[in-house]
């Protein structure tokens, strides 16, 4: 699928991993929509790139069905010339602002777990599921009769068995990523996740890394490397119902 005059939605948009990926898709030629409940910086990337290229339906949460509905339609309406071709959704929480129970509260409770399953996973799908209706209708563009993709971030930490909410939630994601390309594939819609190790972004500026217990290379991921693999499985058909780590040959448990 080309990327140019084409729109992607991106969750999480106006930070880390999404923010870059709306760089690199408008470097690219593409138009983007900012899903984000961080209205700050998703305006502040509207007034760099310009509104013709760069949308904010204004704060979404995407758990909330009504609301993502809504920036649906409101971004099919901002960008009424050019296609929908599909959504990288890129938001998530490592914690929840909820205590834990046991010795030092250390141990997951249950509104810590409901609540990052609630974002991360219900979160995701619910973005897919609304992104899905929209490329339904869309008009094949190629000659495998692709209408669009659909793009989920899971993680090493759901792939390799750790943390409760957080890694359960992202292997869920994980595990969501062949079923879903299995049922809109005879529509032409592909389904895709990247499941990253550690990279440089705020949502684990804080969490101390040892590089020299990393495989190769000997550092934390670039966000740009992201955004790159994501504009290579946009452009690549084949890519398709799978999981790709990007982890540098890492597996979390060596960080236990």
Known sequence: MQIKEHVFIVTGGASGLGEQVVRAIIDAGG????????????????????????????????????????????????????????TIICSGILNAPYQGYGPDNMLTSYSQFEHIIKVNLLGTYCVAQKVSEILLQNEPMDNDGERGIIITVASIVGLDGMVVGYGTS??????????????????????????????????????PIDTNRLTFPKRVGRPSEFAELV??????????????????????SNFT
């Open 170 to 207: 992202k292997a869920a994601i994980a595990g969501l990523t062949l079923p879903l390309a299995r049922e809109l594939a005879p529509f032409g819609i592909r389904v895709m996740s990247i499941a990253p190790g550690p990279f440089d972004t705020p949502m684990v500026s804080h969490i």
């Open 231 to 252: 504009l290579d499985v946009i452009k690549k058909p084949m890519l398709n119902g799978s999981v790709i780590r990007l982890d540098g040959g890492l597996r979390a």
């Open 31 to 86: 138009y983007i929509s900012i899903f984000d409940i961080n209205q700050k910086g998703s305006t502040s990337l509207v007034d760099e790139y310009t509104n013709h290229v760069c949308y904010f339906p204004g704060s979404v949460d995407v758990t909330s069905e009504s609301q993502v509905k809504e920036a649906v339609i409101k971004t099919r309406k901002h960008f009424s010339k050019n296609t929908i071709a599909g």
